[in-house]
């Protein structure tokens, strides 16, 4: 399957081989979508201050995340090397991560002067990379 999100709140789940298209009207613009490595969830990242966990199958919601601030720019979220967590990028320099399936605050990052816009976990250690609008990028490994 093919998952993407759009700024009109939809996230359009494409099954290629059967030919079908889904949509999910989650009610906030989309800025980004990220799909787990077993394919099965994805995390929309939502101009409301969210982030959702969507089941790819059905368009279910799972889970919700907040505590970042996210009503401005194109922010990233994405899930761990084990898909145990997610983590998002904030509008005041912040990092979240949190644990997928509790959905609490599991890490606090803070490093940036502006909005850290882009985030990806390594594939194979606990660190992730952020990318930020102060035109610095940082590591954070997890101790």
Known sequence: AVVTG??????????????RLHADDL??????????RDGNVAAASCLDGS?????????????LYTGHAHEK????SCFAHN???????????????WRLVEATVAAELKGHDRAACSVDWHPNRACVLVGS????????EAT
């Open 6 to 19: 759009c700024v009109d709140g939809k996230v359009r789940t494409f099954d290629l081989r059967k030919g």
């Open 27 to 36: 009610g906030a613009p989309v800025t980004s979508v990220h799909v787990s």
């Open 51 to 63: 982030a959702r966990l969507l089941e790819v199958a059905t368009g279910t919601q799972l889970n």
């Open 73 to 76: 720019y194109a922010l990233e």
């Open 83 to 97: 898909d145990a967590y997610l983590c998002s990028g904030s509008e005041d320099g912040r990092v979240l991560v």
């Open 133 to 140: 609008h102060d035109g610095t990028a940082s590591c954070w």
